[in-house]
C-alpha cells in the first residue's frame, strides 16, 4: 500500500496570503495524484487530478505540481471560501489512497 | 444535472449486517467506474471499494475484504455497498461516488453507526 504524507497538518493564513501544501508518496504514483476540498459537513470536491490538471469551474487559483513522489498544491491568493480541510491522493494502484489532510484555517 | 443519493445507513450492533444503496442520474450510469469511499467521523477519508463499469472488475481494501462487497445493476442506475459482520471501526460516513481514479461526483454521504 502506498502511504501519502501531507504537510504540514495545519496551515495558518490570512485571506490573500498564499498557501503551499505538500503531499509526499512512499513510492512513485507517476501523476496519478489528485487534490480534494472538504468543507465541515460537506463531501470532498475534486480540485486537481493528473498531478496539474484543474478539475470542471475550479478556479485559476488553485494549481498543482509535481510527479513521482512529491507533490504541491497552490492556492494562489486566499479567498475565504478556500479556507478548509485539503487532502491529495494517489490512484497509482490499489489501493487507493489519501493524504490525512492539511487544515487551511484563518489566521 | 448528476445526482448521487445514498441510503441504507442507520444505527446496527457489532457483528451486524447493511446494504447501502446510491442512487444515480443525470448522466449514462453504465459507462463510469463507481467508488464507496467512508469518512470516520472527525477523521480523514478511506476508499472503500471501486467496480467498473459492467460490473465484473472490482475491488476492495484489505480491511474490509471478505465482509463488505460492492455490486452494481445498470439497469436501476444504482450501486451498491453490501456490508456484513461490521465492527464499531467501520463506523462512518459512507460517500458513492462517480469515477475509479479521481471522482468528480460525490453523494451527500449516508452515516452507519456500529455500536452496542
Known amino acids: 500500500e502506498i502511504v501519502m504524507t501531507q504537510s504540514p497538518a495545519t496551515l495558518s493564513l490570512s485571506p490573500g496570503e498564499r498557501a503551499t501544501l505538500s503531499c509526499r508518496a512512499s513510492?512513485?504514483?507517476?501523476?496519478?495524484l489528485a487534490w480534494y476540498q472538504q468543507k465541515p459537513g460537506q463531501a470532498p470536491r475534486v480540485l486537481i487530478y493528473g498531478a496539474s490538471s484543474r478539475a470542471t469551474d475550479i478556479p485559476a487559483r488553485f494549481s498543482g505540481s509535481g510527479s513521482g513522489t512529491e507533490f504541491t498544491l497552490t492556492i494562489s491568493s486566499l479567498q475565504s471560501e478556500d479556507f478548509a480541510v485539503y487532502y491529495c491522493q494517489h490512484y497509482n494502484n490499489w489501493p487507493r489512497t489519501f493524504g490525512q489532510g492539511t487544515k487551511v484555517e484563518i489566521k | 444535472e448528476v445526482q448521487l443519493v445514498e441510503s441504507g445507513g442507520g444505527l446496527v450492533q457489532p457483528g451486524g449486517s447493511l446494504r447501502l444503496s446510491c442512487a444515480a442520474s443525470g448522466f449514462t450510469f453504465s459507462d463510469h467506474w463507481m467508488s464507496w469511499v467512508r469518512q470516520a467521523p472527525g477523521k480523514g477519508l478511506e476508499w472503500v471499494a471501486n467496480?467498473?463499469?459492467?460490473?465484473?472488475?472490482?475491488n476492495c481494501v484489505d480491511s474490509v475484504k471478505g465482509r463488505f462487497t460492492i455490486s452494481r445493476d445498470n439497469a436501476k442506475n444504482s450501486l451498491y455497498l453490501q456490508m456484513n459482520t461490521l465492527r464499531v471501526e467501520d463506523t462512518a460516513v459512507y460517500y458513492c461516488?462517480?469515477?475509479?481514479?479521481?471522482?468528480?461526483?460525490w453523494g451527500q454521504g449516508t452515516l452507519v453507526t456500529v455500536s452496542s
Open positions: 513510492q512513485s504514483v507517476s501523476s496519478d
Open positions: 461516488a462517480r469515477g475509479g481514479n479521481s471522482p468528480g461526483f
Open positions: 467496480i467498473n463499469p459492467h460490473g465484473y472488475e472490482k
